[in-house]
């Protein structure tokens, strides 16, 4: 079965402008979240997607936002980059209340 | 007051020797205490994880969770230069569907 897998790998940006990230999902699994991961504060949640509904989201700005398709595929952008977006975003999918697994994430530089 | 503390390290250990990875939490109402294994540019990877208090052994792996204390250990044993990677403790709370709360993240190195 094939893992996660995120679209781009590697990602260079400069300020003010928007990105998007795409992950697809283990077949079958339905629930897509998203994370951040920075040296300095770590891996942070940043929101789930269930069925194309978000269920759940993390303390970020309105800059990040997200969306599932109905093929439960899901996409992640963040408009008007900062150089503090640097970072590696990872999605994960999983079965509803089950272990989530990670793709490999795509590191996002902003300069 | 962060939710989850780990300590960073690096931890530097030779091979074979045991490791002691540990966390400490805030909430009382995690109930699945996970621990996840992140290899240098990968995603991280679920280890083990426990269920309220107790132990739980799996091969050279032992995940011990006190919720008196809120505190969470993983330990190694005859820890091996493949365990080299950064180990992330994530208290999980059911019913929170699928927000992990995760730890910094210890990074642990085991040397020949």
């Known amino acids: 079965k094939a893992g996660v897998t995120q679209t781009p790998r590697y990602l260079i940006k400069t300020r003010g402008q928007q990105v998007t990230l795409s992950c697809s999902p283990i077949s079958g699994h339905r629930s897509v979240s998203w994370y951040q991961q920075t040296p300095g504060q770590g891996l942070q949640f940043l929101f789930e997607y269930f069925s194309e509904t978000q269920r759940n989201k993390g303390n970020f700005p309105g800059r990040f936002s997200g969306r599932q398709f109905s093929n439960s595929r899901s996409e992640m952008n963040v408009s008007t980059l900062e150089l503090g977006d640097s970072a590696l975003y990872l999605c994960?999918?999983?079965?509803?209340?089950?272990?989530?697994?990670f793709g490999p994430g795509t590191r996002l530089t902003v300069l | 007051q962060k939710e989850v503390e780990q300590d960073p390290g690096p931890l530097s250990v030779p091979e074979g020797a045991i490791v002691s990875l540990n966390c400490t939490y805030s909430?009382?109402?995690?109930?699945?205490f996970m621990w996840y294994r992140q290899y240098s540019r990968k995603g991280p990877e679920l280890l083990m994880y426990?269920?309220?208090?107790g132990n739980k052994e799996d091969g050279r792996f032992t995940a011990q969770v006190d919720k008196s204390s809120k505190y969470i250990s993983l330990f190694i044993r005859d820890s091996q230069p493949s365990d080299s990677a950064t180990y992330l403790c994530?208290?999980?709370?059911?019913?929170?569907?699928?927000?992990?709360?995760f730890g910094a993240g210890t990074r642990l190195a085991v040397h020949p």
């Open positions: 909430n009382s109402a995690f109930q699945y």
């Open positions: 426990t269920y309220s208090s």
């Open positions: 994960a999918s999983s079965l509803p209340q089950s272990e989530q697994f």
């Open positions: 994530a208290p999980f709370l059911s019913g929170g569907y699928n927000k992990l709360i």
